[in-house]
């Protein structure tokens, strides 16, 4: 096992009803910015149920309109009314976006520097400080309810990057799965498949001599796995969804990852194909990591012989990869470049020029090229 | 899925060398009370380890001779040590025992109240708040590195109570699983015994619709069934002493019993077994489980079964408690009263009376009477 330091400070409120409880996790005495999206918490009640809980709070500046893929240039319009309104606490209801944007203007908000996209260039390293941040998650998938990383994308220059930072963690997060009920069966299936990976990425490398990150990280893939088709199927099933949205968190609260090898070399690929074709994150990750591992195999071989006996019951690598593309696209999930027109010679072409511009490597063992990555999606057509 | 709330703020600072990290992370502008138990640190290396850590520290207060069953008798010197020197920090280093009367000095340094003691009387409820505590853990298998519970004897009474609190969790824990090397054999076993137990407190209730919860627990089960003969025989295997030590941490750091059903009735058992006859815990709590288990088997049935196909491959639930119980003797432990000259009967009527004095009832349905633990006592013969 690697050394490892590990610290996860966020308090989640799970259940039904625990929106009540923002009114004593949110401060009185500072201005609060409600943070929100496209609208959604507006139909389905949980912003009347923020508002409620929030009544007795004497100052709530809204700011909507946070968009999927939250962008630098939106969250620049909130530090605005952060900066204006003396905002002290920031108060994020929505999905990963919105969260992720949230952590993005409290730490613009104390960032000291001329530029805050500073702090994505350097991956969270320029943060100092960072307003406290609340959220309601209303949509299981990022883990960002429960880890200090945030990811956003600039318009002008097509670029998505991500951060992460120890001040960036919520300091609570409440997670009731009856909020999800009223979710489009896309944004189930994006969730699943994002946890999924968010698991995969910590966990398909090489055996580490860590016996328990392993059957942690694969108890959350059974859940999701057991729970996933049946959340589809039956939205209001509110056990299927609760085991859902916890599964999410802890897919990616930092937990799992503790003194083991990762790679998300997949997440850095799938960005890309975000920026330049407008995938959705899930669909970018369920297009790349299937091509990943079958580039990787002889690499990733023995956790990929560990995956397909223990979730799977299979014993050859490549039948590992087969039936876990196979169980995204029962979710409903499309695996293939093609099933989004997008030309995987152009996309290798265009990805591999952009990280040679960078000089980027990933995975594992920090050698996965530029020219590997075009390989790999070559496989994805 | 229950509602809940999950807060667990402890920094975790694992592996080997991390000792070190001491320098960074307790104050230097406080007098701090170095805390441990019958020398074995000065022995092993660690209390030079620490000390080479702290040597830019104007003000170390050291305090030895916390004794296994912490007392409150001892801590009560200690706590006056504090006080005369004005203590702002307690470094606990040890096992459990040291770790438990550090929280207790520390609560108690912050009580109003006329008697500390009443911190054990109310279960935690008194605390109003406690001193910064951070530990050096040196036998895993309380999980008090990253919880914030603690479990106090007190000579006088022949009692011995537990508290927790959401102000006792540790500011950090240092987990080097190379000052474990030194432990002997019966310790390990009791601390592979201890976890296993905290485990199965958490889990084998009544079924939940919790199955993340159930995977995380099998999992902590499976690394300590897999590493626990591993470590016992090869004590400096360091990758089977770490997982043996993450596995305890992870066993009672409040994760896995989110939202399921809890049971603790062995435990509550088993503490008047130390308190009456001076079993160790981990031995108190390996003689009353089965009993607990076979007395109660028709109401666990269905998680004795699952338990029992995923762990041991055996369907029956009688077979699941004798597979477990196997388990625990192949590691060295007695399971049985009459191994430690203890009358079953005897003790049956002993635990009764005290159990019937205080109105106490435990278990998940939180209707075990005095007289069905005495039952379950003479199971135990």
Chains 1, 2 share one sequence.
């Not at 120890?166 to 189930?188: C, I, M, N, W």
């Not at 090489?206 to 392993?214: C, F, G, N, R, T």
């Not at 070399?265 to 330049?276: P, Q, V």
């Not at 799977?312 to 979710?331: D, N």
Request: charged share 20%; net charge neutral; aromatic share 8%.
């Amino acid at each position: 096992m690697q050394n490892f330091t590990f610290r996860n400070p966020t308090e989640i409120l799970f259940g039904k009803g625990m929106i009540a409880e923002l009114a004593n996790r949110v401060p009185r005495d500072v201005p609060v910015l409600l943070l929100y999206g496209g609208g959604s918490i507006k139909r389905n009640g949980v912003y009347d149920q923020v508002k409620a809980a929030l009544k007795a709070h004497p100052r709530v500046v809204e700011f909507g309109g946070i968009e999927p893929n939250p962008l630098h240039e939106t969250c620049l319009q909130a530090l605005a009314v952060v900066r204006a309104q003396k905002v002290g606490f920031v108060l994020a209801v929505g999905g990963g976006s919105v969260l992720d944007a949230a952590k993005y203007i409290a730490a613009a908000a104390c960032f000291s520097g001329s530029d805050p996209w500073e702090i994505l260039t350097s991956g969270g390293a320029a943060i100092t400080g960072a307003l406290p941040v609340g959220t309601v998650l209303t949509l299981p998938a990022t883990g960002s309810e429960s880890n200090g990383n945030a990811v956003i994308s600039r318009q002008a220059t097509q670029e998505k990057l991500a951060f992460g930072s120890p001040l960036a963690f919520p300091v609570f997060s409440v997670l009731d799965p009856e909020t999800t009920y009223s979710l489009p069966a896309k944004q189930v299936r994006n969730g699943l498949v994002d946890a999924f990976v968010h698991v995969m990425e910590q966990y398909m490398t090489y055996p580490a001599a860590a016996p328990l990150q392993d059957r942690f990280a694969e108890g959350v893939i059974h859940t999701l796995v057991e729970v996933g088709p049946r959340t589809l199927a039956a939205p209001r099933d509110y056990d299927a969804r609760a085991s859902f949205m916890w599964a999410a968190t802890l897919a990616l609260n930092t937990l799992i990852g503790c003194g083991v090898p990762q790679d998300w070399a997949t997440h850095m690929i799938g960005h890309e194909l975000t920026a330049f074709y407008g995938l959705d994150h899930a669909e970018s990750l369920a297009v790349v990591m299937p091509g990943l591992w079958t580039h990787q195999l002889e690499r990733k071989q023995a956790k990929l012989r560990q995956f397909g006996q223990r979730l799977w019951g299979v014993e050859s690598p490549a039948e590992t990869i087969a039936r876990t593309e196979a169980f995204w696209r029962s979710l409903g999930m499309p695996t293939r470049l093609s099933e989004y027109g997008v030309n995987a010679e152009e996309a290798a072409t265009r990805v591999r020029k952009r990280f040679a511009e960078r000089g980027a490597v990933f995975g594992e063992h920090g050698d996965l090229t530029p020219a590997l990555v075009a390989e790999i999606l070559r496989l994805r057509a």
